[in-house]
């Protein structure tokens, strides 16, 4: 399987019914960085990053907050909204690529924070980690394995973008999303899903300083590679590839077309890459919810944080059949048909 032709191998489209999502909730940080602050820092024209990149602005993590932080944030919230006590949660999973550090796990850091009795602990899957996570929740919901699954989405790239490199460091921001997993009727849940995963595109996005390959030597931190770096062309052919492969999988799988589903919440990566998948399917503009400009593309919180400001605009009712997509470093992707 290659990284410049996706269509050729994916795995079969999976069904996962019975589970519904009892509250959502989300966080970014307070300090916005406009596309003026960073012409001042880098020397790139605002206007160019949003003609490239479709962000106004994005918010950072303070000095103080870490990774942990937002994931609480949008947790207590997600719990509020559901109604749900701490003592409920059977299972906690939290999908992140920037933990506060290697170990112990985020997962358990929030554990204890929010005062759970459950089994915790994170899932790498960069941009796609809120749709493993999604996944694997849903799965312990329906096999009966848990109850209530509290899935927590979060990421802080401001530090771990290169602060020099005006095509990365403009269009990533810091935020966190959660979910509430819970049984649902017969006629809710995952209706098609598409998981998977693609190695040998693993040298076009990622971070390869600071792990067990490159400790943090002075001479890997001097080369810079502790920072993220990214083969944009090759990524962003990859990403309209994926998403819109994906999208009409768990489509056909379904039976219905695109104009059968009531909203679709892709991946927050760049606006070129939504749009451009938008014009291939022929799916018009008011059909799907951004909110890219204001926060950037945020990892693994970008789909959990835009589903949740579409459920606080009325986007979202009851029956409604929802497409969330998610794709990122590894290669990997998860696009999913969500019944309502």
Same mark, same amino acid.
């Given at each position: 399987?290659?990284?410049?032709?996706?269509?050729?191998?994916?795995?079969?489209?999976?069904?996962?019914?019975?589970?519904?999502?009892l509250?959502?909730?989300?966080?970014?940080?307070?300090?916005?960085?406009?596309?003026?602050? =960073?012409?001042?820092?880098?020397?790139?024209?605002?206007?160019w990053?949003?003609?490239?990149?479709?962000?106004?602005?994005?918010?950072?993590?303070?000095?103080?907050?870490?990774t942990?932080?937002?994931?609480?944030?949008?947790?207590?919230?997600?719990?509020?909204r559901?109604?749900?006590?701490?003592?409920?949660?059977?299972?906690?999973?939290v999908?992140?690529?920037?933990?506060?550090?290697?170990?112990?796990?985020?997962?358990?850091?929030?554990?204890?924070?929010?005062? =759970?009795?459950?089994?915790?602990?994170?899932?790498?899957a960069?941009?796609?980690?809120?749709m493993?996570?999604l996944?694997?929740?849903?799965?312990?919901?329906?096999?009966?394995?848990?109850d209530?699954?509290?899935?927590?989405?979060?990421?802080?790239?401001?530090?771990?973008?290169?602060?020099?490199?005006?095509?990365?460091?403009?269009?990533?921001?810091?935020?966190?999303g959660?979910?509430?997993? !819970?049984?649902?009727?017969?006629?809710?849940?995952?209706?098609?899903?598409?998981?998977?995963?693609?190695?040998?595109?693993?040298?076009?996005?990622?971070?390869?300083?600071? !792990?067990?390959?490159?400790p943090?030597?002075?001479?890997?931190?001097?080369? !810079?590679?502790h920072?993220?770096?990214?083969?944009?062309?090759?990524?962003?052919?990859?990403?309209?590839?994926?998403?819109?492969?994906?999208?009409?999988?768990?489509?056909?799988?379904?039976?219905?077309?695109?104009?059968?589903?009531?909203?679709?919440?892709p991946?927050?990566?760049?606006?070129?890459?939504?749009?451009?998948?938008?014009?291939?399917?022929?799916?018009?503009?008011?059909?799907?919810?951004?909110?890219?400009a204001?926060?950037?593309?945020?990892?693994?919180?970008?789909?959990?944080?835009?589903?949740?400001?579409?459920?606080?605009?009325?986007?979202?009712?009851?029956?409604?059949?929802?497409?969330?997509?998610g794709?990122?470093?590894?290669?990997?992707w !998860?696009t999913?048909?969500f019944?309502?």
């Amino acid at each position: 399987m290659t990284h410049d032709n996706p269509a050729r191998r994916r795995p079969p489209c999976r069904q996962l019914m019975g589970v519904q999502i009892l509250g959502t909730g989300s966080y970014v940080p307070d300090l916005v960085v406009t596309n003026e602050d =960073l012409m001042h820092h880098l020397g790139c024209d605002p206007e160019w990053i949003v003609k490239q990149m479709g962000v106004h602005e994005r918010r950072h993590a303070r000095p103080h907050q870490a990774t942990s932080d937002l994931c609480f944030e949008a947790a207590v919230r997600c719990l509020k909204r559901a109604e749900v006590g701490p003592e409920e949660i059977d299972m906690l999973v939290v999908a992140t690529i920037t933990p506060d550090m290697s170990f112990p796990s985020v997962g358990c850091l929030l554990q204890d924070r929010l005062g =759970l009795n459950c089994f915790a602990f994170d899932l790498s899957a960069a941009c796609a980690g809120f749709m493993y996570a999604l996944v694997v929740g849903a799965s312990h919901v329906v096999s009966g394995a848990a109850d209530k699954v509290l899935i927590v989405a979060g990421d802080c790239m401001s530090r771990v973008a290169n602060p020099k490199d005006v095509k990365t460091y403009p269009i990533l921001g810091d935020g966190a999303g959660a979910v509430l997993l !819970g049984r649902g009727r017969p006629d809710q849940g995952l209706v098609n899903y598409s998981l998977g995963s693609d190695g040998s595109g693993a040298n076009l996005l990622g971070r390869r300083g600071g !792990g067990s390959r490159l400790p943090p030597t002075p001479e890997v931190l001097a080369e !810079g590679l502790h920072f993220l770096h990214m083969n944009g062309k090759a990524v962003f052919s990859w990403a309209v590839a994926i998403l819109c492969d994906t999208i009409q999988d768990v489509l056909a799988a379904s039976g219905i077309g695109p104009g059968d589903v009531d909203l679709y919440v892709p991946h927050q990566a760049n606006i070129r890459i939504i749009n451009a998948a938008l014009d291939v399917l022929g799916i018009g503009r008011g059909m799907v919810f951004t909110n890219i400009a204001r926060y950037g593309n945020t990892s693994a919180a970008s789909v959990p944080l835009a589903l949740d400001e579409a459920i606080a605009d009325d986007r979202v009712r009851p029956g409604d059949r929802i497409v969330m997509s998610g794709f990122g470093a590894g290669l990997t992707w !998860g696009t999913a048909l969500f019944a309502w």
